[in-house]
């Protein structure tokens, strides 16, 4: 095993954005899957759309309903999981994440202007949605509001901070690089893919 040496950026991360880049051609490749855990212990998983990077460059953020179930979970455990495939390139990334819900309670100037900023950018389509009865009740429950300007309350931004990154690469040689965020500087070793 090659020996871990400390960085204060993150390569995988460099790898990821370079992935985006190469694979921007795919209509696809924007979503990623995202695993939390219920408060009764089980892994839940979906499909979500990749909304950007936050302020700091390394935050991924992911727009929601702040009533669906997710919002539960992360309330409980804040740690996620993301895969994330990309198929022109072949490269597969695993990202363990801490996220922040930033939703109309939030307090931080800056985290509610990206949260308007993203609402903005949105579609109609999009936004409507935010408008429709709480995703998961029974069909028919609930009323569609009037989509507004403003951001409703339903509109929640996750925002996901990666604490350990598995990079595996199928190509021609197979290769695995894991990264682990400790006391703020990044590690990464090679390891069999
Ligand atoms: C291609 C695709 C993209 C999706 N994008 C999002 C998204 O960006 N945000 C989101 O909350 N749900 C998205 N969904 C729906 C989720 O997969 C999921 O059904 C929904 O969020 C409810 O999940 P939950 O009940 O576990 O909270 C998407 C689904 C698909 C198939």
Redesign the pocket.
């Known amino acids: 095993m090659k020996e871990t040496i400390p960085v204060a950026s993150c390569e995988a991360l460099v790898q990821l954005k370079t992935a985006l880049r190469k694979n921007r051609r795919d209509a696809?490749h924007r979503?990623f899957q995202i695993a939390?855990v219920t408060p009764e212990g089980q892994p839940?998983n979906?499909?979500?759309?990749f909304?950007g990077f936050g302020a700091d460059d390394t935050s991924l953020l992911?727009?929601?309903?702040s009533r669906?179930?997710?919002?539960v979970?992360l309330e409980q455990n804040a740690s996620a999981e993301i895969a994330w495939y990309f198929t022109r390139t072949r490269e597969q990334f695993r990202i363990s994440a801490l996220t922040t819900c930033v939703d109309y309670r939030c307090h931080s100037m800056e985290d509610s202007a990206l949260r308007d900023q993203v609402w903005q950018q949105l579609s109609e389509a999009a936004r409507a949605q935010f408008f429709w009865p709480g995703?998961?009740l029974p069909l028919d429950t609930g009323t569609t509001a009037a989509v507004t300007d403003a951001a409703p309350d339903t509109f929640a931004l996750l925002k996901l901070s990666p604490v350990a990154i598995d990079h595996l690469v199928l190509s021609k040689v197979q290769t695995r690089r894991r990264s682990q965020l400790q006391d703020g500087r990044w590690h990464e070793h090679w390891v069999n893919p």
Not at 46 to 49: C, G, H, I, K, L
Not at 62 to 65: A, F, Q
Not at 68 to 71: P, Q, R
Request: aromatic fraction near 4%; avoid cysteine.
């Open positions: 696809h979503y939390t839940k979906r499909t979500v759309v909304r992911v727009i929601t309903d669906s179930e997710k919002i979970e995703p998961g």
